[in-house]
């Protein structure tokens, strides 16, 4: 098996853009090409992450996405769903030795098309889940109100993730919003879905990430310091709500998988930074917990504690996180490469204060978590 | 390079106008049998990768979620991929890198459509921006432009196009007569065809896939699983995949680069220097009769502009040199997003010796390919019974 | 246990998502074109090739298509088809259209757009196979109200 070295990353801003989609993405991806000095047909294969009609209006979104990818007649395939995926298919050809290069993009105009909410409930399915409304919100507001009930996990401890994540993203150039908030203003901010309240809720962004990745001989000819893939894990749970314990989510399989691939004993303390998939705040605490950072049930306390703040001993999105910045379908791949950056020591204004060896990024969609991905990364 | 990879076990469903089962037990029916095939239980999967066409053609978004336990993925990775038409092809593609780059040992690859439940050429002008393609027609529209354009850039008579056309049609309906789960099972003259009505002219009914619903499921495996568990493997030869750009009067349909540049990379993979004699079965991705005449030329089974003579002559029919699409092709069975991976399966079977009444007497190479997107995207899978 | 009684159903469903999809810079540039009757396409620089509709980049050599080109309104059928059937959103009195793609001359490709072939009676399909053929010569004609959009050209004419 070869090992996998992340060459460069590149990223758009969150916020609305008058460009096209094709104008949009080609930018990042002719960015990564530039920095590395590459020409597009120099690169072995494309994967390409973005998403159908619904969240795109367009159906099989790679007809148009192809071209701004710059995938024309190379080898190449498109997830659909979650661009972590897209990640770890990029990994692939270059550890079984056939490709040297991967340039892997995830792709979304958030501000294009319809709430979140509305395009969430095609998810459900026609005859139970849909027609009483279930979508992701209402669907996350169930998994809160279980979650306070059960662990005794209170509202201002949920509250106080929105206020660490806007304010880390107060210092990253590509988060989509940038306003400092205070638990209280969470707190009163409009219940929209009780106990959910509208802070608390990820916006729709916009968002092109593209990532050149390579194999460990290139990677080291390309860039003084790749960041190596060493881990990941992913796992499904089923579908109906009703079924699960909402608070025993796939995502303790998955972390568990990646761990154990990276060689992990002790996340806690061999992680020095994690990028999670939080598009409600409650939820980055109910994570943190499945990701083996604290004991189940102890989310609260850990965001108490002021571990995970971005000066803490182990900072959780201090990019802000999806909370600031939530291109749905691309949004994991952006915790890839803020994961990347910071290993690099290239985020800029919200780069740690210590030495980065190991990253994880995690990201999730579907209902309350119905699937789980996580990639660790190492220096 | 990567371990090799193989198929231990393939599923697929009646094909047809399922309307007794919901969409999840349809593909539970492919999953299920293509477990009983390989002899293995979910348990012994790793991970599961899906993929169909967009959702609005059963209106259900991400519909993996939905399908999670009829897929068996509940508590494993899950990849979906997705690229048009080409997906079938495309979802093998992920699970053969899955594979080989050590990460996963057993994959079940599902795909499937349930075309009666949407309405396919109305999602299919969604692939089309809203600002620049906009126009009426859908894929037999797209096709029929195909095809004229080929005929027009080698000055083919339309007379003997036809004609060929026509045995196409023949041959593919007399497959699915002798294959069990297609959906169209008729005897066709070559006069019934070149006399249905049009559709798109110069297509016409007979020249033309149906709509299906289907499932089709297909278990790959490492080198050293496959020996262990499965007696006659169905090894990975060779891939390849290409696309060209959006816009549809970019690049020549006539000449269709992403079907000659993906099929080379897979026959350079497979070390194949002459695809019409070493092949011994092709399922080829064929939608549209016409369409697989130009199909033939550009994976490089016969010489440009010369596909008519060729089918003609009955190269590619029953008995022929390379016979096509023996399991009756795409023309007798579209679930759309499956009917790329029931290429893949249709192989496998061929090459295992297990294709029932549409075995190819001793066929040792398959190819097996789909095509999808704005006349966008080409990809290949080869077979073979020796590792 | 109650019994079956009823065949297996269907419900119908129906779902509406609108969008707002931004056309960008060089579309926008290319619609401004249409509304003063003129058909703009952007060059490549390094490969030399006109492509219309504009691009933002060429998508072979991948550099930015900064210069733009006023091309012919006339050109070459390179493939044409006769559309006589409906779907869900497509009703009986919008058929028959005749799509087609149109080699401008000057222009590196096709035009990328499904264009439409009129000016005639397209009902008879006997004097449509007589007049549109392809390689046969067209030209675009304008409709007098534009707006901007695809709809400005109101149909290509062929040129007997």
């Not at chain 1, 409600?280 to 004991?295: P, R």
């Not at chain 1, 791949?333 to 740690?352: D, P, S, T």
């Not at chain 2, 699915?176 to 008729?186: E, K, M, T, Y």
Request: hydrophobic letters at 40%.
């Amino acid at each position: 098996m070869q090992k996998v070295g992340i060459v460069e990353v590149a990223q758009s801003a969150g916020t609305e853009s008058p460009l096209s989609l094709m104008e949009f993405t080609y930018k990042p991806v002719k960015e990564v090409l530039d920095k590395v000095g590459m020409k597009r047909d120099e690169v072995d294969m494309y994967i390409l992450a973005s998403t159908d009609v619904f969240h795109s209006g367009m159906s099989c979104a790679n007809a148009f996405d192809w071209d701004a990818s710059g995938a024309f007649m190379k080898p190449a395939s498109r997830e659909e769903g979650d661009a972590i995926t897209s990640f770890v298919y990029g990994c692939m050809p270059i550890m079984e030795g056939k490709c040297d290069t991967v340039l892997v993009v995830g792709l979304i105009k958030g501000s294009e098309n319809a709430e979140n909410d509305t395009l969430t409930s095609f998810v459900a399915d026609p005859f139970y889940s849909r027609p009483v409304g279930i979508q992701e919100t209402t669907a996350a507001a169930m998994q809160m109100r279980l979650y306070l009930q059960r662990y005794g996990i209170t509202e201002e401890q949920c509250a106080k993730v929105v206020v660490k994540n806007l304010s880390n993203a107060l210092f990253n150039p590509y988060a989509h919003i940038k306003k400092r908030v205070s638990v209280d203003d969470v707190l009163n901010s409009e219940r929209i879905c009780d106990p959910l309240k509208a802070l608390e809720c990820a916006p729709k962004s916009e968002g092109v990430c593209a990532m050149l990745l390579a194999s460990e001989e290139k990677a080291k000819k390309l860039t003084d310091k790749p960041v190596w893939f060493k881990g990941w894990g992913s796992s499904m749970d089923t579908f109906y709500l009703g079924d699960r314990d909402l608070l025993d989510t796939q995502l303790k399989t998955a972390a568990a998988s990646a761990y154990k691939m990276a060689g992990i004993s002790n996340p806690r303390k061999e992680i020095d930074i994690a990028e999670t998939c939080e598009p409600y705040a409650f939820q980055e605490l109910l994570w943190c917990e499945e990701l083996g950072f604290c004991a189940q049930g102890q989310g609260g306390k850990l965001i108490d504690s002021g571990v995970t703040q971005i000066t803490g001993e182990l900072p959780v999105n201090p990019s802000g996180g999806v909370l600031a910045m939530n291109p749905y379908v691309a949004r994991g791949l952006y915790r890839v490469a803020e994961a990347v950056l910071q290993i690099k020591g290239k985020a800029g204004e919200h780069q740690l204060d210590k030495k980065v060896n190991t990253a994880l990024a995690h990201s999730t969609y579907g209902f309350c978590g119905q699937w789980q991905g996580v990639v660790i990364l190492g220096s | 390079m990567g371990r090799a990879v193989a198929v231990i076990g393939t599923g697929q469903t009646k094909h047809g106008r399922r309307d007794d089962l919901s969409y999840p037990d349809l593909v539970r029916e492919a999953v299920k049998k293509a477990f009983e095939d390989a002899g293995i239980t979910p348990k012994d999967v790793d991970g599961v990768v899906y993929g169909s066409m967009p959702s609005m053609m059963e209106g259900v978004a991400y519909n993996h979620f939905y399908f999670a336990d009829a897929l068996r993925t509940v508590g494993k990775p899950l990849f979906r991929t997705e690229t048009c038409g080409s997906t079938g092809q495309s979802v093998a593609h992920t699970a053969i890198h899955w594979v080989a780059s050590g990460m996963a040992d057993i994959v079940l690859v599902v795909a499937s459509e349930k075309e009666h439940e949407g309405d396919a050429q109305a999602t299919m002008m969604t692939i089309l921006e809203p600002f620049l393609m906009v126009t009426i027609g859908g894929a037999p529209v797209a096709f029929s432009l195909q095809s004229r354009e080929w005929m027009g850039y080698y000055h083919i008579d339309e007379d003997k196009a036809r004609e060929a056309a026509s045995i196409v049609s023949v041959d593919s309906h007399d497959g699915g007569l002798n294959n069990p789960l297609a959906h169209i099972r008729v005897k066709l003259t070559k006069e019934d065809v070149s006399k249905a009505p049009i559709i798109t002219y110069p297509v016409r009914l007979y020249d033309v896939c149906p709509v299906s619903d289907g499932a089709c499921a297909v278990i790959f495996a490492s080198e050293e699983k496959a020996k262990k568990i499965c007696k006659k493997p169905a090894w990975v030869k060779g891939i390849g995949f290409r696309g060209e750009e959006y816009f549809i009067g970019d690049s020549s349909k006539a000449v269709w680069q992403s079907t000659i540049e993906a099929s080379k990379e897979a026959y350079k993979e497979a070390g194949i220097t002459n695809p019409l004699k070493e092949l011994d079965v092709a399922e080829v991705y064929n939608p549209f009769s016409y369409q697989e005449l130009m199909f033939l030329e550009c994976l490089g089974l016969c010489p440009p502009g010369e596909a008519p003579d060729y089918v003609i002559k009955g190269t590619f029919s029953p008995g022929g040199e390379l016979p096509c699409d023996p399991s009756g092709g795409v023309l007798c069975c579209n679930p759309i997003g499956a009917a790329g991976l029931i290429r893949v399966a249709e192989a496998a079977l061929q090459v295992t010796g297990k294709a029932g009444e549409h075995q190819v007497e001793g066929a040792k190479l398959a190819l097996s390919h789909a095509m999808g997107g704005a006349m966008q995207f080409n990809g290949i899978t080869i077979l073979g019974s020796e590792l | 246990m109650a019994e079956q009684k009823e065949k297996p159903r269907k419900v119908a469903s129906m779902g509406m998502v609108p969008y707002e999809m931004a056309l960008g810079p060089t579309w926008t540039r290319f619609f401004e074109g249409f509304k003063e009757k003129r058909i703009l396409g952007t060059k490549c620089n390094k490969c030399g090739r006109v492509l219309v509709p504009a691009r933002p980049f060429c998508p072979r050599c991948f550099e930015p298509m900064e210069e733009w080109v006023e091309v012919a309104q006339e050109g070459t059928i390179v493939t044409w088809s006769y559309v006589n059937y409906t779907y869900f959103g497509v009703t009986p009195d919008m058929i028959p259209v005749i799509g087609a793609t149109i080699k401008l001359d000057g222009v590196d490709c096709g035009t990328g757009m499904w264009t439409q072939i009129g000016g005639f009676d397209i009902k008879d399909f006997e004097l449509v196979t007589k007049k549109v053929k392809v390689g046969a010569r067209v030209k675009a004609v304008w409709r007098r109200k534009r707006q901007g959009n695809f709809r400005d050209i109101d149909y290509w004419k062929i040129i007997e």
